[in-house]
């Protein structure tokens, strides 16, 4: 243990402390750990060759990466065949878990048809247009019009960024380019790109536990954050602001779930000043909140959607963008006079991805995946909050399949621990010594397992959560002795 303190007080700096957590969680679970573990016996991953996502360069070096090999249902397996309950789903994505056959043959059945054909120039493949019309009649918030293909979701939202700008050149509203997002979005990893522009604005968090104030209502807290909102569309002036994007669920900012009466009011403001409402449902969709989308559960009425991840159960890439009839007509009527709508991908509607999403999107109607979610959320989300007394602990918030975890001194959001203590690496570290994956994120932990969850599996998972929850209280308390 004493090896765990110094590292943990030598390895967390500062200025990088979110992503410090992310780096320390092996160092800890193999330190700690008494089973067979990779970081010991694969010693010819140390140092690979792949620049990977959202990871130091010294971890890639110094360090050996957990490598998983193989997957079933909400389990995957590493190297050494140990046995981990994924209770992220891959990232948000794999939702029904890791060996459906169906998925697998679908893929099989279209790679010995035609693996590959583009979508320009209106050419295109069945599997396309089928996916693209059973889409449009899935999502039932509103109409929508068209829709384009991708092969993630970042590449969706930026997607979305062209045909906004695109729709208000066709308009004759050159200064109507501004973007409006919510603080903690994952805005905070962009600045080492210098991509913070001055056409990407950001407005309050809806995060009510950390930021209402004393004596304030959810709906209180909903209304001022609707004011400030309007505060700074008026300020920027609103023939300058084009859209304001939002997740009905913030995933990546910690499973954050929006006040009451919050997109009411929201959207209220932008239809006053004629800005569109882009849903990211990119986390939310196909039945993550026990709805299938995001949309039906929080009543919110957008004009451009984004979606990937459980659009085939991450079984192979796919995006796509929901576009509205009233944005996708001006793009359709002012193309002449504009030029075509000049954006795509080579693998927009891959035909293979389109006929696994297809698959997906039958499977989830067959087996009434909402209906599943629903069923077996409460005993999530319940078994989860039962540890919300917890001294470390200052909010355990969730819907359906997806829960996140504060870990805060005094119950209080201002009074974070100490940075070098590393409280949430340590607990990620103790989850994945007893055989459960959870998402890192500096002291807040989120997990969104497979919508495919079994009640024992929940309970294994809950029980896990629980060991690594008492260790976690036993190391906060030995650091606070030695204060």
Not at 26 to 33: I, K
Not at 189 to 216: M, N, Q
Not at 292 to 319: E, H, Q, R, T, W
Request: aromatic share 10%; charged share 20%; net charge neutral.
């Amino acid at each position: 243990m004493a090896i765990i303190n110094h590292l943990l007080r030598s390895t967390l700096r500062s200025q990088s402390v979110a992503h410090e957590y992310v780096i320390l969680a092996p160092f800890l679970s193999r330190l700690q750990s008494t089973q067979a573990s990779p970081h010991r016996e694969d010693s010819g991953f140390k140092g690979h060759d792949m620049l990977a996502p959202f990871t130091t360069g010294w971890q890639c070096t110094n360090e050996n990466p957990l490598v998983i090999e193989r997957s079933e249902g909400s389990y995957v397996y590493d190297t050494n065949g140990r046995k981990y309950l994924d209770s992220l789903a891959g990232l948000w994505c794999t939702s029904l878990g890791g060996n459906e056959p169906r998925l697998v043959a679908a893929a099989t059945k279209q790679l010995n048809t035609l693996p590959f054909y583009h979508s320009y120039w209106n050419h295109t493949t069945k599997p396309s247009l089928d996916l693209a019309k059973e889409l449009l009649e899935m999502f039932t918030a509103r109409k929508m019009g068209k829709v384009f293909f991708t092969n993630s979701g970042s590449e969706a939202n930026d997607t979305q960024v062209k045909l906004v700008r695109y729709y208000n050149n066709a308009l004759g509203r050159p200064k109507k380019k501004k973007f409006i997002a919510c603080s903690k979005a994952l805005t905070d990893l962009h600045h080492k790109f210098d991509i913070p522009a001055p056409s990407v604005l950001h407005t309050d968090c809806p995060h009510f536990w950390r930021y209402h104030l004393p004596g304030e209502t959810e709906e209180e807290f909903s209304t001022r954050l609707a004011k400030n909102l309007e505060d700074l569309i008026l300020k920027e002036g609103p023939e300058t602001i084009a859209a304001f994007i939002a997740e009905p669920v913030m995933g990546a900012g910690g499973a954050i779930l929006p006040p009451t009466t919050y997109f009411e009011k929201i959207q209220a403001v932008l239809k006053k000043y004629d800005i569109l409402f882009i849903a990211d449902e990119v986390m939310c969709a196909f039945g993550r909140l026990g709805a299938m989308f995001g949309c039906d559960k929080y009543n919110i009425k957008p004009d451009l959607v984004s979606l990937a991840k459980a659009l085939s159960s991450a079984y192979i890439p796919i995006g796509a963008v929901l576009v509205s009839p009233e944005i996708s007509d001006v793009i359709h009527s002012q193309s002449d006079k504009l030029g075509s709508f000049s954006h795509g991908f080579t693998y927009s509607g891959h035909p293979t991805a389109c006929a696994v999403a297809l698959e997906t999107l039958k499977i989830y109607k067959e087996r009434n995946i909402v209906e599943q979610v629903k069923r077996i959320s409460p005993r999530f989300q319940v078994g989860i909050k039962a540890f919300s007394d917890s001294p470390i602990i200052g909010e355990i918030r969730g819907t359906g399949l997806v829960s996140g975890t504060d870990f805060v001194d005094n119950k209080s959001p201002n009074d974070p621990f100490p940075p070098e203590w590393g409280v949430g690496a340590y607990f990620v570290a103790e989850c994945r010594k007893n055989g459960l994956i959870v998402r890192p994120g500096g002291d807040t932990i989120t997990m969104a397992p497979p919508f495919i969850i079994s009640p024992q599996e929940v309970d294994e998972l809950i029980s896990i959560y629980g060991k690594a929850l008492k260790a976690t209280e036993e190391r906060v308390r030995k650091l606070k002795a030695q204060k």
